[in-house]
């Protein structure tokens, strides 16, 4: 006996791997105490030729002892090499089905065909390069790829049968077709592959990238899932009715009349909020505004959490649209809305909503008799810098209006700070608290300038991946702001400070009695006093 023989025990009839030899005893895999080498007997491995492996890769003769045998992972081995065909993925499937087949025994074959047996499977081509031919099934290995993906990772269940949770009779179908056909424009496809195809191209917004053999296929596919109630079909018409795209016109009512139906079948904060903004708009009513309808649908939308539709709930009770005017309520959604894109604008998620609702908190300011000029330029230049960015990276229909009303208030908020010429004097160095959220450390930097000015330079020191690295900081003497991780304040005036060290990493900062603290936990670790602060572009520095 050696090392890596598969031994069965004479006395318990249990099998495994001897692990490792002594003079008397083993260790092996199915005990954890040494067993005699008097009792195990080495079992020699199957012998599998061309037809046993043909037999494997479809899950034939399953009830035969050999092969439940293989597939308990029983040692085997073969000198033979074997390409699978198409036709023995339609037979894999068949079977499937036939002998209820589970998530269990689907991991089993998986392990012997990939690993076990990996070298005696020929490969069976490569994939397509383009990812919808592979969506498309144009050849092969697409075609074995898509079938395997959906039936060998089904759920985490070991004991659920593979066929009640996978639409085999489908895949077989969808195989088939590929067997009589592999011309992509010829081919009849099954609503799965359909359905996949044209989800695909409208999530990742590339309908403009296909060529019009594929976005001929895109219009057919969409309209017969549609044409069956095919929720996939349903909802890709839905919102290529909704404004348009290349390929279907924009047609407000069938949107509509699709959105609606989608509803019925599930109610989605999505499809709400469409609605929501078809009704808002008066786009199916001569453009004239169906607000109760509007308001019924984003009060729907809003309660699944949806940020469009709360910050339209927002609008319409800060302009009275079908409730009483309540700028109170409005503004405390908009803050709730703000807070939260906020965050997720400065973890890279440029897709939010900041744009939308940091531009409302800058209107509703402006609107007031006696507008903070930097409260509202703040949150002006933050929505312009959120919509740059949302453009650059996504096209949403709507984004380039929501820019030009940004541009708007933009510029009525920095024509108001220049008509005033108020200079911008802070009495507590408060850009540097948002460096601290999330329970970030942040360094801080003393410098005392020959101007008399003192320099406070705040880095944060990133403990968490999973929390913004980088703020979004106004600059207001440019009337723009920045994404970055450190920030420079100068104190001015009557400057003095304490500190242990000029840089010290720090926890959180407290307003004292005329000083700013800065604290390592429970310890004060410097100390500054200031008549004011000011912070400077670094594109204009002065000192």
């Given at each position: 006996?050696?090392?890596?023989?598969?031994?069965?025990?004479?006395?318990?009839?249990?099998?495994?791997?001897?692990?490792?030899?002594?003079?008397?005893?083993?260790?092996?895999?199915?005990?954890?105490?040494?067993?005699?080498?008097?009792?195990?007997?080495?079992?020699?491995?199957?012998?599998?030729?061309?037809?046993?492996?043909?037999?494997?890769?479809?899950?034939?003769?399953?009830?035969?002892?050999?092969?439940?045998?293989?597939?308990?992972?029983?040692?085997?081995?073969?000198?033979?090499?074997?390409?699978?065909?198409?036709?023995?993925?339609?037979?894999?499937?068949?079977?499937?089905?036939?002998?209820?087949?589970?998530?269990?025994?689907?991991?089993?074959?998986?392990?012997?065909?990939?690993?076990?047996?990996?070298?005696?499977?020929?490969?069976?081509?490569?994939?397509?390069?383009?990812?919808?031919?592979?969506?498309?099934?144009?050849?092969?290995?697409?075609?074995?790829?898509?079938?395997?993906?959906?039936?060998?990772?089904?759920?985490?269940?070991?004991?659920?049968?593979?066929?009640?949770?996978?639409?085999?009779?489908?895949?077989?179908?969808?195989?088939?077709?590929?067997?009589?056909?592999d011309d992509i424009s010829k081919k009849e496809y099954g609503d799965?592959?359909?359905?996949?195809?044209?989800?695909?191209?409208?999530?990742?917004?590339?309908?403009?990238?296909?060529?019009?053999?594929?976005?001929?296929?895109?219009?057919?596919?969409?309209?017969?899932?549609?044409?069956?109630?095919?929720?996939?079909?349903?909802?890709?018409?839905?919102?290529?009715?909704?404004?348009?795209?290349?390929?279907?016109?924009?047609?407000?009512?069938?949107?509509?009349?699709?959105?609606?139906?989608?509803?019925?079948?599930?109610?989605?904060?999505?499809?709400?909020?469409?609605?929501?903004?078809?009704?808002?708009?008066?786009?199916?009513?001569?453009?004239?505004?169906?607000?109760?309808?509007?308001?019924?649908?984003?009060?729907?939308?809003?309660?699944y959490g949806n940020y469009e539709a709360r910050y339209k709930l927002?609008?319409?009770?800060?302009?009275?649209?079908?409730?009483?005017?309540?700028?109170?309520?409005?503004?405390?959604?908009?803050?709730?809305?703000?807070?939260?894109?906020?965050?997720?604008?400065?973890?890279?998620?440029?897709?939010?909503?900041?744009?939308?609702?940091?531009?409302?908190?800058?209107?509703?300011?402006?609107?007031?008799?006696?507008?903070?000029?930097?409260?509202?330029?703040?949150?002006?230049?933050?929505?312009?810098?959120?919509?740059?960015?949302?453009?650059?990276?996504?096209?949403?229909?709507?984004?380039?209006?929501?820019?030009?009303?940004?541009?708007?208030?933009?510029?009525?908020?920095?024509?108001?700070?220049?008509?005033?010429?108020?200079?911008?004097?802070?009495?507590?160095?408060?850009?540097?608290?948002?460096?601290?959220?999330?329970?970030?450390?942040?360094?801080?930097?003393?410098?005392?300038?020959?101007?008399?000015?003192?320099?406070?330079?705040?880095?944060?020191?990133?403990?968490?991946?999973?929390?913004?690295?980088?703020?979004?900081?106004?600059?207001?003497?440019?009337?723009?702001?920045?994404?970055?991780?450190?920030?420079?304040?100068?104190?001015?005036?009557?400057?003095?400070?304490?500190?242990?060290?000029?840089?010290?990493?720090?926890?959180?900062?407290?307003?004292?009695?005329?000083?700013?603290?800065?604290?390592?936990?429970?310890?004060?670790?410097?100390?500054?006093?200031?008549?004011?602060?000011?912070?400077?572009?670094?594109?204009?520095?002065?000192?």
């Amino acid at each position: 006996m050696k090392v890596f023989d598969y031994v069965r025990d004479k006395e318990t009839n249990n099998e495994g791997v001897i692990i490792k030899l002594n003079k008397n005893t083993a260790h092996v895999s199915f005990s954890d105490k040494a067993v005699s080498l008097k009792s195990l007997k080495v079992i020699d491995r199957i012998e599998l030729d061309t037809k046993d492996l043909i037999k494997i890769f479809r899950i034939s003769d399953f009830n035969d002892v050999k092969y439940r045998a293989i597939f308990a992972f029983y040692p085997i081995k073969s000198n033979f090499s074997y390409k699978p065909t198409l036709y023995d993925l339609r037979n894999l499937l068949m079977n499937v089905k036939l002998f209820n087949i589970t998530q269990e025994i689907i991991t089993s074959w998986v392990y012997i065909v990939n690993f076990v047996l990996k070298d005696n499977y020929q490969e069976v081509g490569e994939p397509s390069d383009d990812k919808y031919d592979a969506y498309l099934l144009k050849n092969q290995r697409d075609v074995f790829d898509y079938v395997l993906q959906q039936i060998t990772d089904v759920s985490s269940d070991p004991q659920t049968v593979i066929s009640e949770e996978v639409d085999i009779d489908q895949l077989i179908k969808e195989v088939q077709n590929n067997i009589d056909c592999d011309d992509i424009s010829k081919k009849e496809y099954g609503d799965m592959v359909k359905a996949n195809f044209i989800s695909e191209v409208s999530d990742c917004d590339e309908l403009d990238k296909l060529d019009g053999q594929k976005r001929e296929l895109f219009k057919q596919f969409t309209l017969q899932l549609a044409q069956k109630g095919n929720l996939t079909g349903l909802e890709v018409l839905a919102y290529s009715y909704y404004g348009g795209n290349s390929v279907f016109e924009c047609d407000w009512k069938k949107s509509q009349e699709l959105l609606l139906q989608l509803y019925q079948k599930s109610a989605s904060a999505t499809y709400a909020n469409s609605l929501g903004y078809i009704y808002y708009y008066g786009r199916t009513n001569n453009n004239v505004a169906q607000y109760d309808l509007a308001f019924k649908y984003f009060s729907i939308a809003a309660a699944y959490g949806n940020y469009e539709a709360r910050y339209k709930l927002a609008d319409m009770f800060s302009q009275g649209k079908e409730v009483v005017k309540n700028k109170y309520i409005a503004s405390n959604i908009y803050d709730e809305i703000y807070k939260e894109n906020l965050s997720l604008f400065q973890r890279g998620f440029y897709d939010c909503k900041l744009a939308d609702v940091a531009l409302r908190i800058a209107s509703i300011e402006l609107q007031k008799d006696n507008p903070d000029v930097y409260l509202a330029l703040w949150y002006a230049i933050e929505a312009k810098k959120a919509i740059e960015l949302r453009m650059e990276y996504f096209d949403f229909y709507g984004d380039k209006t929501v820019k030009e009303s940004i541009e708007k208030v933009y510029n009525s908020a920095v024509e108001l700070k220049e008509k005033r010429k108020e200079k911008l004097e802070m009495y507590f160095p408060g850009l540097i608290q948002p460096f601290y959220e999330d329970g970030q450390f942040v360094e801080i930097e003393l410098k005392m300038l020959k101007s008399g000015k003192l320099k406070i330079k705040a880095t944060q020191i990133n403990r968490n991946p999973d929390v913004p690295y980088k703020r979004l900081i106004p600059i207001f003497d440019n009337n723009e702001c920045i994404l970055t991780d450190n920030i420079t304040i100068y104190g001015c005036g009557n400057v003095s400070y304490s500190c242990k060290n000029d840089k010290l990493a720090t926890t959180h900062m407290e307003k004292g009695e005329g000083t700013v603290l800065f604290y390592n936990c429970d310890e004060v670790v410097a100390e500054i006093w200031a008549d004011y602060y000011q912070i400077h572009s670094r594109k204009n520095k002065k000192d």
